[in-house]
Nanobody, 122 residues
Framework: QLVESGGGLVQPGGSLRLSCAASGFTVDHYVIGWVRQAPGKEREGVSC????????LYHDSVKGRFTVSRDKAKNTVYLQMNRMKPEDTAIYYC?????????????????WGQGTQVTVSS
């Protein structure tokens, strides 16, 4: 099970940190991805952390603003979002892939959390 937390309302230019806590399995051999879906748009991969080799990947729209990281002891992956923009408004989902591929391709991800709402607005 994957459980997201940390969503909320933030002003443009502000920051939020999302957490993805895994239960029932260890994330050590999974790729944990962050996917978002804005109103009226398709889901898109935002970032991922490969727990096999610590490789990370980011969508061009968030490079330099978002950072993905892991706390192994807590079995949790984080998404630190800085300099946020209104276009970052979406439901953010935590996902897990067992393939070991560092990818934002949604078809690789087998397990999904319920999502957390992030709203960037003044």
């Amino acid at each position: 099970q994957l459980v997201e937390s940390g969503g909320g309302l933030v002003q443009p230019g502000g920051s939020l940190r999302l957490s993805c806590a895994a239960s029932g399995f260890t994330v050590d051999h999974y790729v944990i991805g962050w996917v978002r879906q804005a109103p009226g748009k398709e889901r898109e991969g935002v970032s991922c952390f490969n727990n096999n080799d610590n490789e990370t990947l980011y969508h061009d729209s968030v490079k330099g603003r978002f950072t993905v990281s892991r706390d192994k002891a807590k079995n949790t992956v984080y998404l630190q979002m800085n300099r946020m923009k209104p276009e970052d408004t979406a439901i953010y989902y935590c996902t897990a892939a067992s393939s070991g591929l560092t990818t934002l391709f949604l078809g690789e991800y087998e397990y999904w959390g319920q999502g957390t709402q992030v709203t960037v607005s003044s």
